[in-house]
C-alpha cells in the first residue's frame, strides 16, 4: 500500500505587496471533485478578486490523473503551473491550493519575483514560488 503526506489542517497565507493582496488557501482535498469543491468555495468567500489561480494533487502525489491547473487570466503558464510544480515538488498528495489576488498595483509575475527576494534579503531560504510559503506551514498527517 502507498503512503504520502497530507494536509492535517487548511493554512491560509496574507501577503500585500504595492497594494496589492495575495491570499494562498492550502487545503486537503482526496479527489478531483472535492478539490474542485474548495476551489468554488474560495471563489465564493472572494468573489470581488481579481483573480483566483488554482493548482491540486488531488489523489498520489504521483497520479497524473489527479492533477490541475488554472493560470485563471494570468499569463499563460505564470501562475497555476509554477503552482503545481510547487505542489508536485513537495511530495504531498490531496492537496489544492489556490491563489486569490486583489489588485491594487502589483501582477502575479512582480509578486513572485518580489516575494522571493524579499526572502533572499530575509536570509529565509529560497524558493522558486511563494506557494512554497503555504506548503511549509501545512502540518502533515499520514
Not at 4 to 22: G, N, Q
Not at 29 to 36: H, I, L, M, N
Not at 61 to 72: A, M, N, T, V, Y
Request: glycine content about 8%.
Amino acid at each position: 500500500m502507498e503512503s504520502w503526506l497530507i494536509p492535517a489542517a487548511p493554512v491560509t497565507v496574507v501577503e500585500e505587496i504595492k497594494k496589492s493582496r495575495f491570499i494562498t488557501m492550502l487545503a486537503h482535498t482526496d479527489g478531483v471533485e472535492a478539490a474542485k469543491a474548495f476551489v468554488e468555495s474560495v471563489r465564493a468567500e472572494h468573489p470581488d478578486a481579481r483573480h483566483h489561480c488554482v493548482a491540486w494533487v488531488a489523489g498520489a502525489p504521483d497520479d497524473s490523473q489527479q492533477l490541475g491547473f488554472s493560470d485563471d487570466g494570468e499569463p499563460a503558464g505564470t501562475a497555476g503551473k509554477p503552482m503545481l510544480a510547487q505542489l508536485m515538488g513537495s511530495g504531498v498528495g490531496e492537496i489544492t491550493a489556490v491563489v486569490v489576488r486583489y489588485y491594487g498595483g502589483i501582477c502575479w509575475h512582480r509578486w513572485v519575483s518580489e516575494s522571493v527576494w524579499r526572502r533572499r534579503e530575509s536570509g529565509a531560504a529560497p524558493a522558486n514560488d511563494p506557494t512554497q510559503d503555504a506548503i511549509n506551514r501545512i502540518y502533515f498527517a499520514m
